[in-house]
Nanobody
Framework: QVQLVESGGGSVQSGGSLRLSCAASGYTFRPFCMGWFRQAPGKEREGVAALLRDGSSTYADSVKGRFTISQDNAKITLYLHMNSLKAEDTAMYYC?????????????????WGQGTQVTVSS
């Protein structure tokens, strides 16, 4: 049974940093695409970053230069390093994984996603 479990969210002040983790289990091998999306109350879902099996990555314009997506291949664990956080980064962050990638976007064609971890940035 495939499972994605996020952790690392919390409350920080503007300018602070957080590292989100996503532990994947139930996979025989790493999914083609793994990534993060977020959703704030009253707002549409937004793809944040995606990392393909070959190591290539894409980011939303809103987070470029501040967020970095990385992975631990041995454990199929995905990370999102978030620096210079802003109030507008406040959202529930979800880890997603799937066999496809929405080409050119920071979104996976997700087959699975986790329960989410809350990030709150106060100004």
């Amino acid at each position: 049974q495939v499972q994605l479990v996020e952790s690392g969210g919390g409350s920080v002040q503007s300018g602070g940093s957080l590292r989100l983790s996503c532990a994947a289990s139930g996979y025989t091998f790493r999914p083609f695409c793994m990534g993060w999306f977020r959703q704030a109350p009253g707002k549409e879902r937004e793809g944040v970053a995606a990392l393909l099996r070959d190591g290539s990555s894409t980011y939303a314009d809103s987070v470029k230069g501040r967020f970095t997506i990385s992975q631990d291949n041995a454990k199929i664990t995905l990370y999102l390093h978030m620096n210079s956080l802003k109030a507008e980064d406040t959202a529930m962050y979800y880890c997603a994984a799937g066999p496809g990638w929405l080409t050119g976007t920071p979104e996976c064609n997700s087959a699975h996603w986790g329960q989410g971890t809350q990030v709150t940035v106060s100004s």
